[in-house]
């Protein structure tokens, strides 16, 4: 995943900030299955605002907007589990 930490800085500010007025990037962690390279977006990490729902508490899939800039890049969101995505090669 060339140039990863340059591209997540271009991520698609769908969360927000402590002030609740500001948009953020979501957070993204690293490591699937303890591997430590993996970037992972999770409603565990209180990414709530990135996500799309279906009666209003269960995590179905991720924002367009976030799918979209995976794709340019020529990666994709794959999902682990209900609201935990990894970002792997498409």
């Known amino acids: ?7 997540l800085a271009k991520i698609p500010k769908t ?3 402590e002030d609740y ?4 990037a979501p957070i993204i962690t690293f490591g699937l299955n303890g591997d ?7 409603t565990e990490n209180g990414n709530v605002c990135s996500f799309e729902y279906i009666m209003t ?6 924002k367009q907007e976030l ?11 794959e999902c682990e589990h ?3 995505y990894y970002l792997t090669e498409a």
């Open 1 to 7: 995943m060339k140039y990863l930490k340059a591209r």
């Open 15 to 17: 969360e927000y900030g």
């Open 21 to 24: 007025i500001t948009s953020v």
């Open 36 to 42: 430590g390279k993996t970037p992972v977006l999770s």
């Open 57 to 62: 508490d269960y995590p179905v899939d991720l």
């Open 67 to 77: 799918h979209d800039w995976a794709k340019q890049y020529g990666w994709r969101w």
């Open 82 to 84: 209900h609201g935990t």
